[in-house]
């Protein structure tokens, strides 16, 4: 079994609170685990990506291999198709539908929208909305995560606990926003599919 | 004990558990966290391990010095272009060895993801004749540290270890060993081994020549070494640090076919090289950085072309290695592979909302309407963004310090206004003796520090400069009548336009300390801050 993820975004969506996730919970379900943060110059507003690889084999390379993404999950629609050399034929692509314009040639969402539904297996979700909705709109990355949570090899159990884990020293509430925002992603991807 | 960290964090633990009495850096991407992570640890506050950050790298690596001096373990950390800096004291306490175990981390970068080129820092261990080491993985990471501090001490000498970006910022769970304890003070029982006069250093130059075989030996022996048979000899393959992950990345199930002789330690083990060479036809050699091992046995005259790497073009010359080039290599045809759309456009950093820099590039914006001979000499931090659009108001980025000694150098060569733009940190860990050069001759430059009291760009650590750049400037001999302080803001603009007009106009050195807090730094950092402002002014 292994499971290879990119993370994508800009500096400051909240890639790496994902990744922390996904490595806690990797951890804690006696699995083998690479992170690697890739990012620029200082990343300020610029392009961030993470690769995460998840086996219950030793994983050699640090970074997942052209073709061998078998998720993309982007808190941002034009930072999803960035890393497309990386998805697998069947891999999924799973991202927040609102842009991050900081950039002044930004494309046509539309044609971002249309690209992306070219692809069978994508979801595009307006998460940032959904954790408004919840009253913590800085929980846009846990909802996403949540819309991928069953194609990833973890247990529910292990992703709820490594939530807790990661945010316990903000809180019990906001602890309890980030479960719920988990859930919600959780109900919609499993609409979306079915 | 498993735990998860950096490629960074597992070196520092090790270095930890080794028994360090303290590490001396200046932070530079990608090797910040090594430093970060002991000022971090807890266990590290307990035992007292100093961790405040240098001034810069030379000044680092001579305490580290200073500390080994005394007997005591001692870690000393820098990103590649760093090493340039610390050069000096670096190739010489090779010759003079050291005391307690002396560990040098210098973390390379290639692909330049935050650095302005991508040597190899490889190429000054073996300058400096000393062992090296390249870990692998994070588990390595940890386990070489803890190596090489005891090889220093058996060896007597500074010892390197090389990280590349992609292991320094990549996490794996890693075992974690027991903790020893600080050596006592202890010095050396050559009263002159740290006296490199002539006299002295002769002997200790000659005493490093002649241990070299020892060194060779250990390294031929190296447990980080590792030579792996296999059964296809048509290809045999040396493999250096991470790039041996990416090679095995290739193959399910390490079912590598070709014999491959992993590398971790250097200077080369020659006996298995051979051993290689002598079993295979050709040998694909695959290494992060520059083609080192590649030139040392490749032969460029022999037509057969029997090494192949780098510099014959098997991969690529410049830029990281990942798994898919080394896929290339291996002569793998590229599996599927989506294109990047053609609507996804580049997104490069910016300047943070709000950044005090971005006000300060306002104003001398508008001075270049006005004089178009301006030129700006730029300098390494979160303002080199400064050189892109929408600003573009930098025209040169060479290293630490050299926005002060190019205008002047510029200016000599009768370039008005010529001007300096360098942050504070930047300023004292470089800029200011290149500030007493113009002082001397009061050469007609304007210097800019853009003071936003943290080293801004590598995640706002302590700026040497705080509540201390006037009284520097004025010791350093600058006239006070030409020592301004403005505040970047947008409704002082003209006022600050005003003050930097009238500054340049002035025919000697004159400086405009542009001063605001970087937004990222917390609240308590700047109440801090400000109660040592109120230092300086009284
Ligand atoms: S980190 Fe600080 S100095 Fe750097 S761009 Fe942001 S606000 Fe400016």
Redesign the interface.
């Known amino acids: 079994m292994k499971r290879n993820i990119i993370l994508a975004g800009?500096?400051g969506q909240g890639i790496l609170t994902i990744a922390a996730i996904l490595?806690?919970a990797t951890?804690n379900s006696n699995l083998?685990?690479?992170?690697?943060?890739?990012?620029?110059?200082?990343?300020?507003?610029?392009?961030v990506q993470s690769h995460v690889r998840i086996s219950d084999k030793?994983?050699?390379?640090?970074?997942?291999?052209?073709?061998k993404a078998d998720i993309i999950i982007s808190v941002e629609p034009?930072?999803l198709?960035?890393y497309?050399?990386?998805?697998k034929?069947d891999g999924f692509l799973i991202t927040d539908s609102n842009p991050f314009k900081?950039?002044n040639?930004?494309?046509?969402l539309e044609?971002?929208y249309k690209?992306i539904k070219m692809h069978k297996n994508s979801i595009l979700i307006d998460a940032k909305e959904i954790a408004k909705e919840i009253g913590n709109s800085k929980a846009t990355n846990i909802v996403l995560l949540g819309a991928a949570a069953s194609l990833l090899p973890l247990s529910n159990d292990s992703l709820q606990n490594a939530i807790k884990t990661l945010f316990e020293r903000k809180g019990e509430r906001i602890i309890n926003k980030n479960l719920e925002a988990y859930e919600k992603g959780k109900e919609i991807a499993s609409v979306m599919a079915s | 004990m498993?735990k998860?960290l950096l490629g960074n964090e597992a070196l520092a633990q090790g270095a930890i558990d080794t028994g360090i009495s303290g590490v001396y850096a200046y932070p530079g991407?990608p090797s910040t966290e090594i430093t970060e992570y002991i000022q971090n640890s807890k266990i590290a506050q307990e035992l007292n391990i100093h961790s405040k950050w240098s001034v810069n790298e030379k000044t680092a690596m001579e305490a580290a010095l200073g500390m080994s001096y005394a007997g005591k373990r001692v870690l000393t950390v820098m990103k590649h272009v760093g090493l340039n800096v610390a050069a000096d004291v670096f190739m010489n306490m090779a010759v003079s060895g050291i005391n307690g175990g002396l560990v040098v981390v210098v973390a390379d970068d290639p692909s330049m993801?935050?650095s302005q080129n991508e040597q190899d820092s490889r190429n000054y261990g073996k300058f400096a004749m000393i062992p090296i080491f390249e870990p692998t993985n994070q588990q390595e990471a940890y386990d070489i540290t803890t190596y090489a501090f005891y090889l220093s001490e058996q060896l007597a000498l500074p010892i390197m270890i090389r990280m590349v970006t992609?292991?320094s910022?990549?996490?794996?769970?890693i075992n974690i060993g027991k903790r020893n304890t600080q050596n006592t003070i202890k010095l050396s029982k050559n009263p002159h081994q740290f006296q490199l006069i002539p006299m002295h250093a002769r002997n200790r130059y000659q005493h490093l020549v002649g241990i070299q075989s020892d060194i060779r030996e250990n390294s031929e022996n190296s447990y980080f070494n590792k030579f792996i048979e296999g059964p296809n000899t048509s290809m045999g393959i040396i493999a250096a640090g991470?790039a041996?992950?990416?090679l095995?990345?290739?193959f399910e199930n390490?079912s590598c076919p070709y014999p491959i002789l992993k590398i971790s330690q250097y200077p080369l083990p020659k006996r298995q090289v051979k051993k290689l060479f002598d079993k295979c036809k050709k040998i694909l050699v695959l290494e992060d950085g520059a083609p080192f091992i590649e030139e040392l046995i490749a032969d460029y005259f022999d037509e057969n072309k029997k090494v192949i790497g780098r510099l014959t073009g098997h991969l690529n010359r410049v830029g990281e290695l990942?798994?898919?080039n080394i896929?290339e290599a291996l002569g793998f045809e590229?599996?599927?592979?989506?294109?990047?759309?053609k609507?996804?456009?580049?997104?490069?950093?910016?300047?943070?909302v709000g950044c005090a820099h971005r006000d300060l590039f306002d104003a001398i914006n508008q001075l270049k309407t006005e004089n178009t001979k301006q030129q700006v000499f730029g300098d390494i931090g979160?303002y080199?963004?400064g050189s892109l659009p929408p600003y573009e108001s930098i025209n040169t980025l060479i290293d630490m310090g050299a926005s002060i000694t190019m205008a002047k150098g510029a200016s000599d060569a009768g370039i008005h206004p010529s001007i300096a733009i360098i942050g504070d940190s930047t300023f004292t860990h470089s800029g200011m003796t290149g500030l007493l050069d113009a002082v001397i001759e009061n050469t007609p430059i304007t210097v800019i520090i853009s003071d936003n009291s943290a080293v801004?760009?590598?995640g706002a650590q302590d700026s040497a400069a705080s509540g201390r750049l006037i009284n520097i400037c004025k010791g350093i001999g600058v006239d006070k009548d030409h020592l301004k302080v403005i505040t970047p803001l947008h409704k002082k603009l003209d006022e600050n336009i005003d003050v930097i007009r009238n500054e340049i106009n002035y025919k000697g050195v004159s400086i405009v300390i542009s001063q605001r807090p970087c937004v990222q730094l917390s609240k308590e950092k700047k109440d801090q801050l400000k109660k040592l402002k109120q230092v300086a002014i009284n």
């Open positions: 800009v500096g490595d806690t951890i083998n685990i690479k992170q690697s943060e890739v990012h620029g110059m200082s990343q300020r507003g610029g392009a030793e994983i050699f390379s640090d970074l997942i291999p052209e073709g034009m930072e198709l960035r497309l050399p990386f998805l034929k900081n950039i040639n930004y494309p046509e044609d971002l690209e | 498993k998860l991407t993801h935050s992609r292991l910022h990549s996490r794996a769970a991470i041996f992950n990416y095995m990345e290739n390490d990942n798994p898919d896929a590229r599996t599927f592979a989506n294109k990047i759309p609507i996804v456009t580049p997104r490069p950093p910016e300047l943070c979160c080199a963004l801004a760009m590598t």
